[in-house]
C-alpha cells in the first residue's frame, strides 16, 4: 500500500505544485472536472468560505460521481428552496483541517468530524482508501488553504 501511494504521489508532483499556488475553489475549477461540484458550491454560498484561509480537506467528488446520482437529485439539491440541505450535502465532504494521504491513512477504522458536523468513516482497503462507501481515486492535490482528494461517489451526511 505504501507503494501505491507514493506512486500517486509522484503521478501529482507537477498538479500539486501548479495547485499550491490557488485555493481550493480555482483549484477546482481549473481541474475540469467538479463542474458540478463548482456549480454546487456556487449555489450554496459556499465560495467565499472554501476561498478562506482553511485549512480545510475537500473529498471532491467529480462530475462522474455526482451522476451516479439518481436522475433529478442534482437539480433538486441546486434548487433556491432546498439550499439548506445542499449546504449540508457539501459541508459533509470537507474536514476542517488539512490531511495529506499519509494523515488518511492512519485512521483506517476510525471516523473524522465534517464541517456539517456528522462523522464520516473511513477505512484502508485493498491498497485503497475508502470514505464511508466512496472510493479516493486521486490524493494531495495540494491548494494555499488546503487540500483535495478526488472521490467516486457523493457522501451523503447520515440524515440525508
Do not use: W
Not at 488553504?145 to 461517489?153: L, M, Q
Amino acid at each position: 500500500m505504501r507503494y501505491f501511494l507514493a506512486a500517486l504521489m509522484m503521478s501529482l508532483v507537477s498538479t500539486t505544485t501548479f495547485a499550491a499556488e490557488k485555493d481550493i475553489v480555482d483549484t477546482a475549477v481549473a481541474a475540469g472536472s467538479f463542474k458540478t461540484l463548482v456549480a454546487a458550491v456556487q449555489a450554496a454560498g459556499l465560495v467565499d468560505t472554501l476561498k478562506g484561509d482553511g485549512p480545510f480537506t475537500v473529498l471532491a467528488p467529480t462530475d462522474a460521481a455526482f451522476a451516479k446520482l439518481p436522475e433529478g437529485t442534482v437539480e433538486s439539491l441546486l434548487k433556491p428552496e432546498n439550499k439548506a440541505k445542499l449546504i449540508a450535502v457539501l459541508t459533509y465532504h470537507v474536514i476542517p483541517a488539512k490531511a495529506m494521504a499519509a494523515d488518511v491513512v492512519k485512521l483506517d477504522g476510525k471516523k473524522v468530524k465534517s464541517v456539517q458536523g456528522s462523522e464520516i468513516a473511513v477505512s484502508v482497503v485493498d491498497g485503497g482508501v475508502l470514505v464511508n462507501k466512496a472510493k479516493v481515486v486521486k490524493t494531495d492535490i495540494e491548494c494555499k488553504n488546503g487540500v483535495i482528494h478526488v472521490i467516486d461517489a457523493v457522501i451523503l451526511p447520515p440524515s440525508e
